[in-house]
Structures are given as structure tokens and as C-alpha cells.
């Protein structure tokens, strides 16, 4: 799965979502997340992003990320 992190916070670019095609972003409370059992894991997004903020969740230390990313993506 990919995951967004932290330098998403304050971007307003919203490219990552209009090229999602099963459309898992959501708005958290200063940045985009991703739901991260609903990503298919194709990666498109990733290179659609200016700051960067996308990775995928085989990284190291992304377990807080993937959490905080479930957390505000099941808020809705
Ligand atoms: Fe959507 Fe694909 Fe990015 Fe997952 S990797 S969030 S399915 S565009």
C-alpha cells in the first residue's frame, strides 16, 4: 500500500487524487491520507506528487504513518 506522509501538510495540490482509480484518498485535518486497505497498490499517484509526500509502505519506519493514515481516512 502507499501512505501519505508529512510533506503533504499545507501542499494544495490534489493530482495524486484526480489520477487514483479507485479513488482512496481522503481529506485528514491539514493533509491528504490514503486508505490504506483500500489502495490497490499501483503507484500512479506517487510520481503525481510535487512534495513528495507518497511512499509506499514497504519503506523503513512506516508503521506510524500507515496508522495515521488508517485513522483519518476511517473518520468519514
Ligand atoms: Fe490510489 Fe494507486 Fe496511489 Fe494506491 S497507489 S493511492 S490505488 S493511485
Redesign the pocket.
Known amino acids: 500500500?502507499?501512505i501519505v506522509t508529512d510533506n503533504c501538510i499545507a501542499c494544495k495540490y490534489t493530482d495524486?487524487v484526480e489520477?487514483?482509480?479507485?479513488d482512496?484518498?481522503y481529506e485528514g485535518e491539514n493533509m491528504l491520507v490514503?486508505h490504506p486497505d483500500e489502495?490497490?497498490?499501483?503507484?500512479?499517484?506517487?510520481p503525481e506528487c510535487p512534495a513528495d509526500a507518497?511512499r509506499p509502505d514497504t519503506e523503513p519506519d512506516m508503521e506510524k504513518w500507515v496508522e495515521f493514515n488508517r485513522k483519518y481516512s476511517e473518520d468519514w
Request: aromatic share 10%; with cysteine.
Open positions: 500500500t502507499y495524486c489520477v487514483c482509480p479507485v482512496c484518498f490514503i489502495c490497490i497498490d499501483c503507484g500512479v499517484c506517487e507518497i
